[in-house]
């Protein structure tokens, strides 16, 4: 069902962030119908552009967090028709490969963590195969000899998010959505009830309806209510890509990622050549810079699994911000205030779970509900936990 603006608005949907998150959850809107916006002085940026882009919902599993799993295996198994589409509508390739990944361990205890990981994939229905050393070198023969052993995961996939972002970009201008490319001072609130933006310029877009997607400034919004800001902050990762050149090709067949010295390390091959490294976990706050101590430890940890690795020209080092919560999850849909919706907190997902936010975003939009599979990842589940917590006997 449709819902119209009122009286003077200008849309019936207003986004505050263009990144992936923001971009994803245009387009769904603008399919259904809705007039949609999207204000962000630089669409096509944020945290996916420096992201490695692992669709690796098997690989990336942790305990405790079974609501999450569901939320991205639902996603993967999505993200081949979502590129189908996308590719249809923009004539864009995305770089979608369906590679897999190799999770090697390097010493007995990353050997000991990699098998309590097979264990907790098959407890969770979830396919791996436990693979000797040897028959990890065989797989990818770059590995370091030292290998122990790992785990053969093929369900896990990639895509290019910058090739991502830019087809999102033309899908949402094709579809109609309207950029205003413009910081957003404040989020407009009449009558106890979210109906705009107020832009750094002073201009108002009025909207019946805002989604908060601005990753992990969605916390720093002014006029925001105290009870409904998204408990999401910034989380550093710095990454680096190299160049394979071709007569090296194929340096790596597939994902290749692991744990050394307590620290995760990963490479993506691209099929241009490209291997992206990464990448740290840092919480400093709002910093982006690239340190020499964060681009070492990389290479250092990267060399490790691939000593190989460090002949290949070094093309750039970045360093993005991932939108934390306190559980990990997103938050999603409509919060306590009427007509403002959160699309944020992704973490490590963001790139993952653009097509799963999409459907569910466009569905909360038209219908002012959540669908079941998204109902654990409500705003208010926070508001909810401390509540209980005040209830408790002392």
């Given amino acids: 069902m449709r819902s119209h603006a009122p009286n003077g608005a200008t849309c019936d949907v207003v986004v505050v962030g263009g990144g992936i998150i923001g971009l994803v959850t245009a387009w769904r809107a603008a399919q259904r119908g809705l007039r949609t916006a999207v204000a962000d002085p630089e669409p096509g940026g944020g945290a996916a552009k420096v992201a490695a882009g692992m669709l690796a919902a098997v690989t990336e599993l942790h305990y405790g967090e079974q609501d999450l799993l569901a939320l991205n295996l639902a996603s993967a198994r999505a993200y081949p028709d979502f590129v189908a589409e996308l590719t249809s509508a923009t004539g864009m390739d995305l770089g979608h490969r369906t590679c897999g990944t190799l999770a090697v361990a390097l010493d007995a205890d990353d050997r000991a963590h990699l098998r309590e990981l097979h264990a907790l994939q098959r407890d969770s229905g979830l396919e791996s195969e436990w693979l000797t050393g040897r028959e990890c070198r065989r797989l990818e023969p770059m590995l370091a000899p030292g290998v122990r052993g790992g785990l053969r995961v093929d369900g896990d996939h990639q895509v290019d998010p910058r090739r991502l972002l830019a087809a999102l970009l033309r899908a949402c201008q094709s579809a109609g959505v309207v950029f205003h490319r413009r910081w957003v001072r404040r989020l407009r609130v009449e009558g106890d009830r979210a109906t705009g933006v107020v832009l750094d310029d002073g201009g108002v877009l009025a909207a019946d309806r805002v989604v908060l997607a601005a990753g992990s400034h969605s916390a720093s919004l002014d006029g925001v209510p105290p009870s409904v800001v998204p408990p999401v902050r910034p989380v550093k990762g710095q990454v680096l890509r190299l160049q394979v050149p071709r007569a090296r090709a194929p340096f790596l067949n597939r994902t290749v990622?692991?744990?050394?010295?307590?620290?995760?390390?990963?490479?993506?091959?691209?099929?241009?050549?490209?291997?992206?490294?990464?990448?740290?976990?840092?919480?400093?706050?709002?910093?982006?810079?690239?340190?020499?101590?964060?681009?070492?430890?990389?290479?250092?940890?990267?060399?490790?699994?691939?000593?190989?690795?460090?002949e290949l020209p070094l093309t750039e080092t970045r360093a993005g911000l991932r939108p934390g919560s306190p559980d990990n999850a997103p938050l999603l849909g409509p919060t306590e205030l009427p007509g403002l919706l959160l699309a944020t907190g992704h973490h490590r997902n963001g790139v993952l779970l653009a097509p799963a936010t999409g459907e569910i975003l466009a569905h909360a939009l038209t219908t002012g509900e959540l669908p079941e599979q998204a109902r654990a990842f409500s705003p208010g589940r926070f508001r909810t936990a401390a509540h209980h917590l005040t209830e408790q006997p002392t």
């Fill in 257 to 310: 990622r692991a744990m050394v010295r307590g620290s995760h390390v990963y490479l993506v091959p691209r099929e241009n050549g490209e291997l992206v490294v990464g990448a740290t976990s840092e919480e400093l706050g709002f910093d982006t810079t690239v340190t020499a101590g964060g681009v070492y430890e990389l290479l250092r940890d990267a060399h490790e699994l691939v000593p190989g690795l460090t």
